[in-house]
């Protein structure tokens, strides 16, 4: 069964940091691209970003670009996002996908999703 | 960036009646080269993640109940729940994933 869980989120203060991981389970994580959606509270989704399954390739929302990078272990078959210079536009439950078999930026599989704040 | 929008906003149904949703992108979404559009179908209950429906358009993803329909080609897409059951109440996405940015319509409400 295909899991993937989410971890990392909280409350942090403008200008903080934080780093996201997604534990994948259930199939062979380093095939797959990845990606992060967000979804502020009461809000639509939004696509962060994307990383192929050998990790190359990074590829941003222009929203976060320069501030956000995405990464991957495939040995631990964990995928990672280091968001800093968090703004209060950052607030937000943060989803990974994994991409599918069928096209790599359709997301088949989603985690239950981590919640960032960022207030002071 | 491709922009996706989505009508109605919110539509409320009576069960076992039709529901239909429309979605439009700022560009075509059908890729010459294998004649697929590159057009995706979420549901979202409450507290609960996206649900994958549909992809390439048309195509139901394992396990969807054959009530749920997608069609549409080019720019011009619609999500058909054929007979509403209660399970459905959800909010619906459409997205594009042709191009980085992949982009999502804003949502459409479906209540009984």
């Known amino acids: 069964e295909v899991q993937l869980v989410e971890s990392g989120g909280g409350l942090v203060q403008p200008g903080g940091s934080l780093r996201l991981s997604c534990a994948a389970s259930?199939?062979?994580?380093?095939?797959?691209?990845m990606h992060w959606v967000r979804q502020a509270p009461g809000k639509g989704l939004v696509w962060v970003s994307r990383?192929?399954?050998?990790?190359?390739?990074?590829t941003y929302a222009d929203s976060v670009k320069g501030r956000f990078t995405i990464s991957r272990d495939n040995a631990r078959n964990t995928l990672y996002l280091q968001m800093n210079s968090l703004g209060a536009e950052d607030t937000a439950l943060y989803y990974c996908?994994?991409?599918?078999?069928?096209?790599?930026?359709?997301?088949?599989?989603w985690g239950q999703g981590t919640l960032v704040t960022v207030s002071s | 960036d491709i922009v996706m929008t989505q009508s109605p906003d919110s539509l409320a149904v009576s069960l076992g009646e039709r529901a239909t949703i429309n979605c439009k992108s700022s560009?075509?979404?059908?890729?010459?080269?294998?004649?697929?559009?590159?057009l995706a179908w979420y549901q979202q209950k409450p507290g609960q993640p996206p649900k994958l429906l549909i992809y390439?358009?048309?195509t139901r993803e394992s396990g969807v109940p054959d009530r749920f329909s997608g069609s549409g080609s080019g720019t011009d897409f619609t999500l058909t729940i054929s007979s509403l059951q209660a399970e459905d109440v959800a909010v619906y996405y459409c997205?594009?994933?042709?191009?980085?940015?992949?982009?999502f319509g804003p949502g459409t409400k479906v209540d009984i």
């Open positions: 259930g199939f062979t994580f380093s095939s797959h691209w």
């Open positions: 996908t994994r991409g599918s078999t069928a096209a790599g930026n359709l997301g088949d599989y």
């Open positions: 560009q075509s979404l059908l890729y010459s080269s294998n004649n697929k559009n590159y």
């Open positions: 990383i192929y399954g050998d990790g190359s390739s990074p």
């Open positions: 997205q594009q994933y042709f191009f980085t940015p992949l982009t």
């Open positions: 390439w358009a048309s």
